[in-house]
């Protein structure tokens, strides 16, 4: 073991198997964090934070540090409803978690069984429809993006394509950016819908009447506090870009005070939204108690933009008090857009579903179970017995910063080869979104699941979109 460097702190720090890199003081083998291992040290004795253990304060400065510790409690916004969106907690809820590799052979094969039994009747091939806009062209022919964030832009790209070509690229709403991180998708909403054909609000300077004016507000969602934000190069006075630092989990839009004042019609943009933040993004847009109007339908699409996107059957009309327009958000929500990612994260009890999986003799159990499978759809691909995580074209995914893999040892080796595994993960991310997709259905909007790029850009390439059943009917005539 290497020892610690010149003029730095000589604690070990055990989880990252080296030397604390803090410089000391003079005379000193700690640092101030560290000072509590001084022996015969002079000066205050540090305690841990009673906050939060992984810090140490003064104790003499204990008092005044509890009172601006970034772990205090802090008070909470008026829109914070706690799991307000996380669904009921039932007793049954909670049950052992298996993983695959402590399952048998048997007990797989029937999981397999079942998951292919459950599929039947589902839409299986998803529509191939990488899409673009010109308000990326620019960055995308631009030689200084490398790899990584050319990714990004494809899919941004494909997203603002397929917003434009629902109808739902316009002025005189609301885009609600769940899961926002540093806001590029609503970054480039904003971009493609800076300069309208109407400006005499804006050349006017004056405040937006929604009733006179087209109008645009940006609404960011993230639980985390994030770097590199985009957020300060919006902040013209002519469109409202707001970001909530909240968990989807806890928020009520009826009570965002952006969105009582304007009462916008809302579209809720996602760009791979994490497991089972893709069902709380679905409570918390269609299933927020509140007074809603009924919704104006979205504007036909464009000539030759193609038909309606393969839906479930729409023969079947939502039940009284749900849908778009029938009091369940602050206001009318006129579509969705979402990147889904990581089904391996999703919960039972947040997911949206769950009448979807019971109606096909499914419980927790196996969700549980598919969920875990899901995760084959991304890395089937990789021998079974490979220890480490590859770095070829196989293991590449365009938001690896942001999303966490499944375990490795989530594959049983030997039962099926790689591509039998690739494609039962893809039939249980179908199940997962199916049951979303019915879920819509009984709001009264009709969904579809679209291949929105290319493997070779994310492996996570699939996007849910809805609109109102009314509307999608009417632009289809």
Aim: charge should be positive.
């Amino acid at each position: 073991m290497a020892a610690p460097l010149a003029g730095r702190c000589n604690f070990f720090v055990q989880r990252k198997r080296r030397f604390c890199k803090m410089v000391t003081g003079r005379g000193k083998r700690f640092c101030g964090e560290h000072a509590t291992m001084e022996e015969g040290g002079g000066g205050s004795r540090r305690i841990p934070c009673p906050l939060d253990p992984k810090h140490t304060v003064a104790e003499e400065l204990l008092e005044k540090h509890l009172k601006k510790c970034n772990s205090r409690d802090k008070p909470r916004p008026v829109y914070y409803v706690e799991n307000i969106n996380a669904g009921r907690a039932d007793k049954d809820q909670k049950f052992p978690q298996v993983t695959l590799c402590e399952r048998s052979r048997e007990e797989l094969e029937s999981l397999v069984e079942k998951l292919k039994v459950a599929v039947k009747g589902l839409q299986e091939e998803v529509e191939d429809r990488t899409l673009s806009h010109p308000v990326l062209q620019e960055e995308l022919t631009n030689p200084n993006n490398g790899d990584s964030a050319h990714k990004h832009l494809k899919q941004q790209a494909s997203i603002l394509g397929h917003l434009q070509e629902l109808g739902l690229l316009n002025r005189g709403r609301c885009f609600v950016e769940f899961g926002a991180g540093r806001g590029k998708l609503s970054h480039w909403i904003h971009k493609a819908l800076k300069n309208p054909e109407r400006t005499d609000c804006e050349e006017q300077k004056i405040i937006k009447d929604p009733e006179t004016c087209e109008d645009l507000q940006l609404l960011l969602v993230e639980r985390s506090s994030t770097r590199f934000k985009v957020d300060g190069k919006h902040q013209d006075g002519g469109v409202a870009f707001e970001r909530l630092q909240v968990d989807i989990q806890h928020l009520d839009l009826s009570k965002v005070p952006l969105l009582r004042n304007t009462k916008l019609p809302l579209v809720g943009v996602g760009k791979h939204l994490c497991g089972a933040a893709t069902d709380l993004a679905l409570r918390c847009l269609l299933e927020t108690p509140g007074i809603m109007e009924d919704p104006e339908p979205p504007p036909k699409r464009l000539k030759g933009s193609g038909t309606v996107p393969r839906t479930e059957d729409s023969s079947k009309t939502s039940p009284p008090g749900f849908g778009p327009g029938s009091g369940t958000g602050p206001a009318p929500v006129l579509g969705l857009v979402v990147a889904l990612c990581c089904h391996h994260r999703c919960e039972w009890r947040h997911y949206v579903g769950q009448q979807f999986f019971l109606q096909r003799g499914l419980g927790a159990a196996e969700f549980s179970a598919f969920c875990r499978m899901s995760s084959w759809a991304t890395c089937g691909l990789r021998p079974a017995n490979q220890s480490g995580a590859s770095h070829g074209p196989t293991n590449q995914r365009g938001e690896v910063e942001e999303h966490e893999a499944a375990e490795e040892t989530e594959a049983p080796s030997g039962f099926w080869t790689a591509a039998e595994r690739e494609q039962l993960g893809r039939l249980c991310k179908l199940l997962i979104d199916s049951g979303r997709r019915d879920f819509l259905r009984t709001r009264g909007f009709r969904s579809s699941l679209t291949r929105y790029a290319e493997a070779a850009v994310t492996l996570e390439n699939v996007l849910l979109t809805a609109v109102p059943s009314s509307s999608s009917s009417s632009s289809s005539r």
